[in-house]
């Protein structure tokens, strides 16, 4: 079945690293995605990494892959008050679709 | 580049009243094309998806209804709206095909439907 699990709340001062957690169920994903989405607006693409890597690093942004356990992170180094958000994370189907599953989302709450 | 519209931003409609909203894409060509729905405080529900004119796959029975008249518009309708039809609708795109970055999805601004 396609389930993706996130836990929905997360608060952090700013300055300090923040840890998003997501899990997921289909073995045969293939990519998976972290979008952003701030207030009132759409979803805007973070980063993305391949089933086959373990991290990917991009600017502040470092995406962690536990392919055998399903288990997908995304840490987010200097967090900012302009990174408050809620943060989904998405499977990518393989069948002709290529429909994106996504998790219910975790709001990113950044304290000064 | 590409870029997508998506449209109206707002909306408040009565409930039984008929809904259209649209949304097209410039600047590629036979995208997929996606209509999600966020419920308050919720995830993204996945409600249709076209791989090309005229094809639509409703991912979950509903009062909504989803055309493909042409290659870049992709249009979200009811005949008659029910209070539990209001959200965030988010209408999508991505490349025909998996390519390096795989299949990610180019999401609209989305429209916030508020049945009365």
């Known amino acids: 079945g396609e389930d993706v699990e996130q836990s929905l709340f997360l608060s952090v001062r700013e300055g300090d690293s923040s840890v998003i957690n997501c899990t997921y169920t289909d073995s045969s994903s293939t990519y998976l995605y972290w979008y952003k989405q701030e207030p009132g607006a759409g979803l805007q693409l973070l980063t993305y990494i391949f089933s086959n890597m373990d991290m990917k690093q991009d600017q502040r942004l470092t995406v962690l892959l536990n392919k055998k356990d399903k288990h997908l992170s995304l840490r987010i180094a200097d967090t900012q008050t302009g990174d408050s958000a809620i943060y989904f994370c998405a499977e990518s189907m393989k069948d002709s679709s290529y429909k994106l599953i996504f998790g219910s989302g975790t709001r990113l709450l950044v304290r000064p | 580049s590409q870029t997508i519209h998506q449209w109206p931003a707002t909306l408040v409609q009565p409930v039984g009243s008929p809904l259209s909203l649209e949304c097209t894409v410039e600047?590629?060509?036979?995208?997929?094309l996606y209509w999600y729905r966020q419920a308050a405080g919720r995830g993204l529900q996945l409600l249709f998806y076209?791989?090309?004119?005229?094809?639509i796959s409703s991912e979950v029975p509903q009062n909504l209804s989803a055309s493909r008249p042409q290659d870049r518009q992709f249009i979200l309708s009811s005949k008659k709206l029910l209070l539990s039809d209001s959200g965030f609708y988010l209408c999508?795109?991505?490349?025909?095909?998996?390519?390096?970055?795989?299949?990610?999805?180019?999401f609209g601004n989305g429209t916030r439907l508020t049945v009365t």
């Open positions: 999508a795109w991505s490349l025909p095909g998996q390519g390096p970055r795989g299949s990610p999805l180019h």
């Open positions: 076209s791989v090309g004119i005229g094809q």
């Open positions: 600047g590629t060509s036979n995208p997929n």
